[in-house]
């Protein structure tokens, strides 16, 4: 009886065994199929091999560019003379176009040399030369930044420009006036400010004294503005029938002596970036204002 049982127990492990074989089977086989599948990872086409595909550009509306409005010196048409130049010219030229009878002072048997080597530093010993191109470029930006046309007679030192030359260049342009930057000196260290230099009596022609009281209004206005700009003592607008450079021109120019190179502050004042700075300004915002009268003549 005993070994019957044990019989029966042993055939029942067999099954028991046989049964758990086949769910472990099942379960074993459900989870592979289940299981993500790491993909195996394509080599990279050599170029032979890959197919170029063409790529679309992008599709969109281009804005319209706006069109700027034209600055306060739109049209306008400035010549900037920087005095002097590294080699001076003592060649001779004649100081006036017209003749003798016309004015019997100054005329065209008057000569004069070509190019004089202006004044320098007595603190500083900073040529005139340098200091009023340097300045010049400045006013040169400030004006082209209010829309106005700039011609300059150099924009280097090293040039050999004579008087006449420099008026001509102002005068085949066409320019609405011809502004020539100059520093100046004095005996008397304590002299200092700003003044102008427009034409005298010239030839004596009603045109040329019309010209002459026109140029003398616009120095008086330019010399209201740089003062203002600079702080600088204004001092006068004076004619002369002694400059080559305004007796050659045919359109409106002012000599602007910007300071004395012979007084301590004012030297060093003329070659500081920042008091240049000034003197454009001062000269951008006197075109501003007198943009009207340039363009009425």
């Known amino acids: 009886m005993n070994k019957k049982i044990l019989i029966i127990l042993f055939a029942a492990l067999v099954c028991v065994a046989f049964v758990l074989g086949i769910v472990i089977f099942v379960v074993s086989v459900g989870q592979s199929h289940n299981s993500p599948v790491t993909p195996t990872e394509e080599p990279y086409a050599t170029p032979e091999q890959a197919t170029e595909q063409p790529t679309e550009e992008p599709s969109f509306t281009e804005e319209p560019t706006a069109t700027p409005e034209p600055g306060p010196l739109a049209g306008l048409i400035i010549g900037i003379d920087p005095g002097h130049q590294r080699i001076a010219n003592n060649d001779k030229e004649p100081c006036a176009p017209w003749e003798a ?22 603190f500083t010993h900073v040529d005139e030369y340098v200091a009023v191109l340097d300045i010049s470029l400045k006013i040169k930006a400030h004006l082209e930044a209010l829309g106005a046309t700039v011609v300059m007679t150099r924009e ?103 300071g004395f190179m012979s007084n301590e502050e004012e030297d060093n004042l003329l070659v500081s970036p920042e008091y240049q700075e000034k003197i454009a300004k001062g000269v951008a915002d006197w075109a501003t204002a007198f943009a009207g009268t340039l363009r009425s003549r």
Request: glycine letters at 8%; one cysteine or more; aromatic letters at 6%.
């Open 156 to 258: 280097t030192a090293d040039v050999n420009l004579s008087n006449i030359d420099r008026a001509e260049i102002c005068n085949n342009a066409n320019c609405h006036v011809a502004l020539r930057i100059h520093c100046n000196g004095a005996d008397n260290p304590a002299v200092k400010g700003v003044e102008a230099w427009v034409r005298g009596n010239g030839d004596g022609s009603d045109e040329y004294k019309a010209l002459g009281a026109y140029e003398k209004k616009l120095a008086e206005g330019l010399l209201t503005y740089f003062a203002e700009a600079t702080g600088a003592a204004k001092r006068n607008v004076n004619t002369s029938d002694n400059y080559t450079g305004l007796n050659w021109s045919t359109v409106p120019s002012i000599i602007v002596e910007c």
């Open 101 to 122: 009878s016309k004015n019997s002072q100054i005329n065209n048997q008057t000569m004069k040399t070509k190019t004089a080597s202006g004044t320098s530093g007595k």
